[in-house]
């Protein structure tokens, strides 16, 4: 109550009344009915989520057991907040942990700076380049499959086929692995991420079953579920990491000359994550196995999703509003004419400007991670108000996508929004679907070529058209496909 009436006295909005220990907790309950239906209230969350700054404002305050929380919705705030800390909330990554152990993604402070240090020349711009051939590679796979399912007449789910592909890309370039869809390791390995995800996002809505003895007893089926998957998944790393490890030893034996970052990623042999890692130090020391296995599986917690999602809101957006589709393909088609043989390069994909603008103004609509938080241990003053230390500040974009004031005409699919005419006239802060400062995501770079590679072969080969159901997005750590993702396709006629 005390920390509660430190906000309101500085103008902060509050709601109303505080109930003992639950705090403001029944203000994340939307409805009577959707409480009963569980996948009826997560789809329902975004709209309730956005309902909560109507009532309240871009800026209120929220307690619920001992946990303070400010949301968050402004980049007066945004500014202070993702300039000045790099530390995360424990509850944002309490459900990852199991995961992905002390990986980049959950770790705060000293460690997440050593961390950092050393994963950034495993995101080198060089090595992204080189591997815009492994994206070209399996964005040709993906337009092979989905041949079955152009006949320009019935709508499919296009999310699993994009899901693998964005899963093989990330195992070809954290572990150089080459992954067959339909192979059994690779489609098991596939759904416990799945059984992962889908089963700590029912904890994320229903926090009373974050302690694990209450998930053990309350969900003993889910629990067994999510904890084969990581077992699965850490063998599965485990085993590759150890393989590389010995081939690297094998091979330095026969070495004369230690390479520098830049020759393990512009060299003639590309490398891969992996032996990024494999061949680096921290203080002198060589790495752990464990300390690698934990940013594999951060790489890959934090890689395939993110993508598939966002190409999957991408491919939605321009099969209903076609103007943009002619668009966004007689830009690729001036640089591909009918050749579509041609490899992709990134010299050709800096030359996409709309295209990346269609991929920033999907971004905006359908933000991946719809919010995340951040703590500072001190008390710090926005605005010329005290936040007292370690408040959790719950950054938004959810709702500040949607502020008139940052984007005119929210509701528009406007890509020119993001055009050199007009970017500057979006404030600093306000577009930041990557976060930004220096804990933004550090595979940005690697998600951008990703996408915008897959997004031409897609437009040179197909004419996406407006079936299905538009997407149901519900908001856990990221935006995900309630029910995948309905379109159909056609495949593009080019005139002689
Ligand atoms: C459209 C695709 C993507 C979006 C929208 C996205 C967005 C984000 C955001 C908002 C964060 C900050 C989250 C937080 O602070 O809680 C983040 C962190 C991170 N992302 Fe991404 N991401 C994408 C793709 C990727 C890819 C492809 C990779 C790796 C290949 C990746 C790896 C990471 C990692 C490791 C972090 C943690 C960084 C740190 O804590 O220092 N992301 N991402």
Same mark, same amino acid.
């Given at each position: 109550r005390n920390v509660a009436r430190k906000f309101s006295s500085q103008g902060i909005a509050r709601p109303p009344l505080t109930l003992p220990i639950l705090g403001d907790s029944l203000l994340s309950k939307p409805n009577r009915y959707a409480y009963a239906h569980y996948f009826q209230m997560i789809s329902e969350f975004p709209t309730h989520f956005k309902n909560l700054f109507e009532r309240f404002g871009n800026v209120f305050h929220v307690c619920g057991g001992l946990t303070s929380l400010l949301m968050v919705a402004d980049v007066d705030y945004y500014k202070v907040i993702l300039r000045d800390t790099v530390n995360k909330p424990y509850l944002s990554t309490y459900v990852l942990k199991p995961a992905?152990?002390? =990986?980049?993604a959950v770790v705060s402070g000293e460690e997440w700076r050593v961390r950092r240090k050393m994963l950034n020349p495993a995101f080198h711009i060089k090595l992204i380049e080189s591997f815009t051939k492994v994206f070209d590679e399996h964005s040709r796979t993906l337009t092979q499959r989905l041949q079955q399912h152009a006949d320009g007449k019935s709508s499919f789910d296009i999310f699993p086929i994009i899901s693998d592909m964005t899963l093989g890309i990330i195992f070809e370039t954290t572990m150089g692995f080459k992954t067959d869809p339909n192979d059994l390791d690779f489609r098991k390995y596939s759904s416990s991420i799945q059984d992962f995800i889908s089963n700590e996002s029912e904890r994320m809505v229903k926090p009373w079953l974050l302690p694990r003895f209450v998930y053990y007893i309350l969900r003993y089926r889910n629990f067994k579920k999510s904890s084969a998957a990581v077992a699965y998944g850490c063998d599965f790393h485990t085993k590759i990491i150890r393989k590389k490890r010995q081939e690297l030893e094998e091979t330095k034996k026969n070495a004369t000359q230690t390479e520098d970052v830049d020759d393990k990623v512009s060299g003639t042999k590309r490398q891969n994550f992996l032996e990024i890692l494999l061949t680096s130090s921290i203080d002198g020391k060589p790495i752990s196995d464990d300390v690698i296995q934990d940013e594999i599986a951060t790489i890959v917690m934090t890689g395939s999703d993110t993508s598939a999602h966002t190409l999957c809101y991408a491919l939605y957006l321009l099969s209903r509003h076609p103007d943009i589709q002619q668009k966004a393909f007689l830009e690729i088609f001036s640089l591909y004419e009918t050749d579509r043989e041609r490899s992709i390069t990134m010299q050709d994909l800096s030359k996409l400007k709309y295209l990346e603008c269609v991929i920033k103004e999907t971004l905006r609509v359908? $933000? #991946? #991670?719809p919010f995340y938080g951040r703590v500072f241990d001190e008390d710090i003053v926005v605005d010329g108000k005290i936040i007292p230390g370690g408040t959790t500040l719950l950054i938004c974009p959810i709702r500040s996508n949607e502020n008139p004031e940052y984007f +005119?005409? +929210?509701k528009r699919f406007n890509p020119e929004r993001f055009n050199d005419e007009n970017i500057n006239k979006i404030p600093e802060y306000a577009f930041a679907p990557f976060s930004a400062g220096p804990r933004g995501c550090i595979g940005s770079r690697f998600a951008m070529v990703e996408i915008k590679c897959t997004l031409v072969r897609i437009l040179l080969e197909y004419e996406i058209l $407006?079936? =299905?159901?538009p997407p149901k997005p519900f908001a856990y750590l990221s935006y995900q496909l309630q029910d995948g993702l309905h379109l159909g396709l056609k495949p593009r006629k080019y005139d002689p």
């Open positions: 992905i152990g002390a =990986g980049l359908y $933000p #991946i #991670i +005119p005409e +929210p $407006p079936f =299905g159901d």
